[in-house]
């Protein structure tokens, strides 16, 4: 037991902090690039994936890290009693460790590429055509977009842009006066040049210019060179968590903080090699940055070019070495002749993605958007596609005639001037937007069809896990249920009300929602399962899990021999397995091929079985500071369908791993000759759905069709 920065007395010892946890996420994504059941250019897309998700960490977590340092530096986290500066010197020390992983598995993954003519060269490496041909590159493409810049007296420090790639150069006059030129590698060139008639041999863009740097700086004599890059904090971006339990005014922290900042300051500078010191030596002279601030990565500083490297491959070989293509099927379910309106009206839909396709949803869309008994469409929007066909369906719905109202979140990370530009199209076609709560992001999934006819005023809702983009919903595991339930269509008509009043105090019958009422309606929903005792049950799958007073409840319910699983990609705060505090908690995560990102909560078993779906994290900015929703559902077949998800993943021998009490993780395997159980792969090859009893008869299915997801589980593992 140890105070925190309010005095309260807190127990760490079940718990942990959350940037440690996600650096253990992250390396377990990065740990994919080693698995060899997963093909050769998808690993390397692993350690691409690892390569971004790390720089986002720098940007967003470390950023806001070293803000608090600055602003309110005897801030303690209440998972870990870390300091601001403890924690980031903890991130300084693991984080060398996973570069030097990355760095060993770009390796291994390139000799595996290279046997298959995929080649990452350098100019050694060319044959002398080859060499031809990247000459005549650079000469007509690279060098007449260069600006080389020489740091000096007349020429003040470049400005180094956030995760820009530069080309620094130590240089020595002829008097032997030493400094740095810089040269930027042009945002407007392709990354990668692929070498003519070759099907795979590349160089990348930094490293032809590394080869002529020598010829750019005139009189001056270029002794060594480096490929560099700077990561600043994220200002647009900075992440409220950090500050979410002080009293103070948010607002005002950060005017303190913009004004300690006079720019993004660096939080990070990566080099490409060990420099000498010399050039060492000048190059921390220039750039702020303290030891622990500064890396060295042997493998590429930026990964962005592994998309484009498999668009540039011939078809037949870029087949295998990647992901068999997956098209989402359409649920079996559900009659694609049939109105989506009157087979939601005979019972409850899910859709579960990727497995399933976004189809069926859009088509609901569309026909709201042309069925003259819709009155009204309104959607909660926090990321959309870049090409969102969902924005174009309410756009022609608004000019039908319908009233569309679109809640759409401005502030979603990284995704600003896209919401932005879709919010303008979206107003000229008569939709009205409005921009969410002050101080309270909109992260909640909701869209609320009404319809109304002689016999009244009649609701469709959907209510899902994931964004309203056809491109996430083909990458991402999601959850969207689709309901004609009267409780559920009055609280989204309430839900929406009180959204356009800025009213976040409304009460609902049936949806739990956030910021009000969805923390304390799910401690309820623990405490009824910590009366039961050793006859409780808890299941919670969900990305991420920071909230104290969540991971207490659930300590709590384990000390009263509650069965807890949690199925948590990501952060995971709270430590399973301590003796006497947490030792009937599971923790299982799985990463794979898809981004794990639904959120199912089950309180109990049996008749009295609670089923959620839900927008919401268990972290305390979506608890506290976010508008989201937790959706009850009640019908059966559904919560069928819900369990089959939670317990293939919970068997999932292939991509899961167990949290040790220590905060670590080991990876799954199967065991006393258990078959082999990627549960992603399972969802790909069956369904979860069955077709209607009504529905049309078929012709017979050759024996070599797939058979249904429920029934490939009983022959598996017997039982229910």
Not at 12 to 40: C, G, K
Not at 339 to 354: A, E, V
Not at 358 to 370: C, S
């Amino acid at each position: 037991m140890s105070k925190d920065s309010k005095g309260v007395l807190t127990d760490y010892s079940y718990t942990q902090n959350r940037e440690l946890s996600w650096l253990r996420f992250n390396r377990r994504v990065l740990e994919e690039a080693a698995d060899d059941t997963v093909p050769t250019l998808e690993r390397l897309k692993f350690i691409s994936i690892f390569t971004s998700n790390l720089d986002e960490f720098f940007m967003v977590r470390v950023g806001s890290l070293v803000d608090m340092a600055s602003v309110s530096p005897k801030d303690v986290d209440n998972k870990s009693g870390m300091g601001p500066k403890e924690q980031l010197e903890a991130i300084h020390e693991v984080v060398p460790g996973l570069i030097e992983i990355k760095g060993q598995l770009f390796q291994r993954v390139s000799a595996l590429l290279a046997q298959e003519g995929i080649q990452d060269l350098e100019y050694p490496d060319l044959t002398d055509q080859e060499r031809v041909q990247a000459d005549d590159y650079f000469r007509s493409a690279v060098l007449p977009i260069l600006s080389p810049q020489i740091v000096g007296q007349r020429h003040p420090t470049p400005h180094l842009d956030n995760k820009a790639l530069y080309i620094t150069a130590l240089l020595s006059s002829k008097s032997g006066k030493k400094s740095l030129g810089f040269i930027p590698l042009p945002a407007a060139l392709p990354p990668i040049f692929l070498l003519p008639g070759s099907q795979g041999r590349y160089l990348r863009l930094e490293n032809i210019i590394r080869h002529w740097a020598p010829k750019l700086f005139g009189k001056y004599v270029v002794e060594e060179t480096c490929v560099i890059s700077a990561t600043r904090n994220a200002d647009l971006t900075f992440d409220t968590e950090k500050f979410e339990d002080r009293e103070e005014d948010f607002r005002q922290l950060m005017t303190k903080m913009l004004k300690k900042r006079a720019n993004q300051a660096i939080v990070r500078l990566e080099l490409g090699q060990k420099p000498s010191q010399t050039m060492m030596d000048l190059l921390t002279g220039m750039i702020p940055v303290v030891t622990g601030q500064v890396y060295y990565d042997s493998s590429p500083l930026a990964m962005g070019y592994v998309s484009q490297l498999e668009k540039l491959l011939p078809e037949e070989l870029r087949a295998k070495l990647t992901y068999v293509p997956y098209q989402p099927r359409w649920p079996e379910n559900l009659n694609r002749q049939e109105s989506m309106i009157d087979q939601i009206r005979r019972r409850d839909r899910l859709l579960f993605f990727p497995f399933d396709s976004i189809d069926p949803f859009l088509k609901l869309l569309e026909e709201a958007a042309d069925r003259p008994d819709v009155a009204s469409i309104k959607i909660t929007i926090y990321r959309l596609a870049s090409t969102s066909k969902i924005a174009r369906i309410l756009c022609r719905a608004a000019e039908n005639g319908k009233e569309v109202v679109a809640l759409m979140e401005l502030r979603a990370r990284f995704d600003e001037a896209n919401n932005i530009a879709w919010s303008k199209m979206l107003e000229e076609a008569g939709c009205k937007v409005i921009y969410g709560m002050e101080n309270f992001k909109c992260h909640s999934k909701l869209c609320l069809i009404t319809l109304q006819d002689k016999s009244g005023t009649h609701y469709i809702t959907q209510v899902g896990t994931g964004n309203y983009n056809e491109k996430t919903s083909a990458l991402y595991t999601d959850l969207s249920v689709m309901t004609a339930s009267p409780v559920i269509g009055a609280d989204g008509a309430a839900f929406f009300r009180n959204m356009l009043t800025d009213n976040l105090e409304g009460e609902y019958d049936a949806l739990l929602v956030a910021p009000k009422g969805l923390k304390p309606s799910l401690c309820d929903l623990i405490q009824a399962e910590i009366d039961k005792g050793s006859d409780g049950y808890i299941c919670i799958k969900a990305n991420s899990v920071t909230e104290r007073d969540i991971i207490d409840k659930l300590q709590e319910a384990s000390q009263a021999g509650v069965q807890v699983e949690m199925i948590i990609r990501g952060i995971c705060c709270i430590r399973p397995g301590v003796l006497l505090k947490t030792e009937h908690i599971q923790v299982t995560s799985i990463v794979g091929r898809y981004l794990e990102h639904a959120r199912i909560y089950v309180f109990g078993k049996g008749d009295q079985v609670k089923y959620f779906i839900a927008s919401a994290d268990l972290m305390t900015r979506n608890l506290q500071r976010r508008v989201e929703i937790a959706c009850p559902i009640w019908d059966k077949e559904i919560q069928g369908q819900l369990q089959t998800i939670l317990d293939t993943q919970l068997r999932d021998n292939a991509k899961a791993s167990f949290l040790q009490p220590s905060g670590a993780y080991l990876r799954k395997e199967p065991q006393n000759g258990q078959p082999r159980l990627d549960c992603q792969e399972a969802f790909l090859e069956t369904s979860l759905h069955h077709p209607e009893p009504a529905a049309p008869v078929k012709k017979p299915r050759p024996e070599t069709e797939k058979v249904s997801f429920l029934q490939k589980m009983r022959r598996l593992f017997g039982g229910k």
